[in-house]
């Protein structure tokens, strides 16, 4: 089965400061790669995905921005942080069509 | 486009009783797939169950069933002799085929009482 990376499990980061969140997938190839985001008590917010190296779809008009470098690479950043940017970020990898999707572990964002 | 429904923002049960979990969706494509999710505490998210709209019968895994009701568009998630270890958030989730995006419902906090 497949195992995600993301680091770091927790960030405090002052409001206008950048951001990069890096996730990385082992035991498959060619997945597809997922950005979620999830308010503190709420459900998961699809930001980004991505079927193949340097393809990326966004779901929500934001300031954060999505690449895949690797095909087994996945990286969020933005330029200048906001506070409603705040939330748990979880990477997420999935195979075919009624595969499930595998979860990283998760980042807890605090923009001050 | 997709949407999913969890009325029951939270809900306490007994242990070792039955407890079942609402979902329902709206979607217009014919094939998709239908998920549940539990989120502890500690924030990962682990798969319970899978559902395909073609299957003709209802998923099971283990303690975990899913109560398929494909003309209601209803996919509730039911959980047999409830343990403590089973009180966290509950999503359920649904992808139609031949589109990549998994999307969740709001949750559902379910808190098991010893």
């Known amino acids: 089965s497949q195992t995600i990376h993301q680091w770091p499990a927790t960030l405090v980061q002052p409001v206008g400061s950048p951001l990069s969140l890096e996730c990385t997938v082992e035991?498959?190839?060619?997945?597809?790669l997922y950005w979620y985001r999830q308010a503190a008590g709420r459900g998961l917010q699809l930001l980004f995905y991505s079927v193949g190296i340097g393809q990326i779809s966004s779901e929500v008009p934001q300031n954060l921005s999505a690449s895949r470098p690797q095909d087994r690479q996945f990286i969020l950043s933005s330029k200048k942080l906001l506070l409603s940017d705040s939330g748990f970020y979880l990477c997420?990898?999935?195979?075919?069509?009624?595969?499930?999707?595998?979860f990283g572990s998760g980042t807890q964002l605090s923009v001050l | 486009a997709q949407k999913i429904t969890q009325t029951q923002p939270g809900m306490f049960v007994q242990e070792k009783e039955a407890v079942t979990l609402d979902c329902t969706y709206d979607t217009s494509d014919p094939s998709y797939g239908l998920f549940w999710y539990k989120q502890p505490s500690s924030g990962e998210m682990i798969f319970l169950i899978y559902q395909g709209s073609y299957d003709q019968q209802n998923a099971t895994e283990g303690r975990y069933s899913l109560n398929f009701q494909k003309a209601r568009k209803s996919a509730n998630l039911v959980i047999s002799a409830s343990q403590l270890g089973d009180s966290a958030m509950y999503f359920c989730?649904?992808?139609?085929?031949?589109?990549?995006?998994?999307?969740f419902g709001t949750g559902t906090r379910l808190t098991i009482i010893p």
């Open positions: 035991g498959t190839s060619n997945p597809n």
């Open positions: 989730a649904m992808m139609p085929a031949g589109n990549e995006k998994l999307t």
């Open positions: 997420a990898s999935k195979g075919g069509f009624n595969e499930k999707l595998f």
